[in-house]
């Protein structure tokens, strides 16, 4: 570790996210520009002076996330980025301002998606815009977007990944996120470009993070050519929860059906479950870890992200008792117990937050006609 704060992500790290922009990575927003401007953000003042944070070990701007998931004892991006791109860096060269070495792609050429899971919002689902449309009266609430009620599908961003994909002194690797990236028109677009160039050969491993209902076998055929297929499921609950929190008309059998077809890929080399733990699922993880890998026998691991914003779906607003439940569903010894059972939000933004989280699940079911309290009864004192 080159420093306690230290992340390879300004140097490794090619990032463009759903609403158009590019950054350091998809975390970190305190620097942004237009998605096709990614190298010059990267030699703006700002992006420098979270570098020498970095390198002196200081807190750098926009890493909060990071550091919160770490210090709970969850595997963060950070880590991710040093662990998987943090070896191609040149150690002495860190410190100029004009060095890289681009060899992560991490991509989100838009927020068109078929779901609207409750912990997202219009920024990163199309499927969003209507519900969030009658929420705007809650100001605090996490799907009010500033942005065009338009569907982001950002073939603009497509040139400079591409010339930088070609100047790449090394292999590199590509992460497809959304929206739903199987169902962009944009990333079709890259692949198909890839294809034809040759990049595909170069690519070490091609990482898709996908809710695994939006594919053809064109797409496919397409995706069948890469070396090596990192396929990661996002699935946070199972059956009638699963429906519930993706706000989803296609129903768990269905959605089954359509993960049982992309896992055939022949050219899968790992196969993970991506599924974030927040109040609405929490008692469910038990479940959903059975279920995973009796489903998926070649599944490799589930990635237990702990929901960071909004703060109020958050498992730190549940009361202690609450958790411990949850937590006692473990099988003895899962990593998660410790996290689930670790200290609450503080007293002063408790009752605050609790308050939203009964208030934004109840405009919610209302405008679903839905009811948490029937899928989740632990939760119904909190409603």
């Known amino acids: 570790m080159i420093s306690p704060t230290f992340c390879a992500a300004p140097w490794t790290v090619h990032c463009v996210n759903a609403n158009g922009t590019a950054g350091i990575c998809c975390v970190n927003h305190t620097t942004l520009a237009s998605s096709n401007d990614h190298s010059a953000m990267m ?87 209507k519900d969030a449309a009658e929420l705007t009266d809650l100001e605090w609430n996490h799907t009010n977007w500033r942005g065009p009620n338009a569907a982001m599908d950002d073939r603009a961003a497509i040139p400079e990944i591409i010339a930088s994909m070609l100047a790449s002194r090394d292999t590199f690797s590509i992460e497809l996120k959304g929206g739903e990236p199987l169902y962009m028109e944009s990333n079709r677009d890259l692949l198909a470009q890839m294809l034809a160039l040759g990049l595909h050969e170069r690519t070490e491993q091609l990482r898709i993070i996908t809710n695994g209902t939006q594919h053809d076998p064109r797409l496919l055929e397409m995706l069948a050519q890469f070396p090596s297929i990192d396929l990661g499921l996002s699935i946070d609950a199972t059956g ?72 109020y779906l958050s498992i730190k607003i549940l009361p202690s008792d609450l958790r411990q439940a949850a937590a006692q569903r473990l099988p003895t010894g899962d990593d998660m117990i410790i996290v689930i059972n670790q200290e609450q939000e503080s007293a002063d933004d408790l009752e605050q937050l609790q308050n939203r989280f009964r208030i934004f699940t109840q405009r919610m079911d209302s405008i679903r006609s839905e009811d948490l309290r029937s899928l989740v009864p632990e939760l119904a004192a909190l409603l």
């Open 43 to 129: 030699k703006t003042a700002a992006v420098q002076q979270i570098k020498s944070n970095m390198l002196a070990g200081q807190p750098a701007l926009g890493c909060d996330k990071c550091y919160y998931n770490e210090q709970s004892g969850v595997y963060s991006l950070r880590n991710l980025y040093n662990n998987l791109t943090g070896a191609s860096l040149d150690r002495t060269r860190l410190a100029d301002p004009s060095y890289e070495n681009r060899t992560w792609y991490d991509l989100s050429l838009g927020n068109k998606c078929n779901q609207k899971c409750r912990i997202c919002g219009p920024y990163n689902s199309t499927a969003w815009y």
């Open 240 to 311: 009638k929860l699963h429906e519930y929190t993706r706000g989803t008309k296609i129903s768990w059998d269905d959605c089954r059906r359509q993960w049982a077809e992309i896992i055939n890929l022949p050219n899968i080399t790992r196969l993970r479950l991506c599924n974030t733990v927040y109040a609405y699922t929490v008692f469910d993880l038990a479940s959903l870890r059975e279920w995973a890998f009796s489903e998926f026998g070649c599944l490799e691991l589930m990635s237990d992200a702990l929901l960071y914003e909004p703060r």
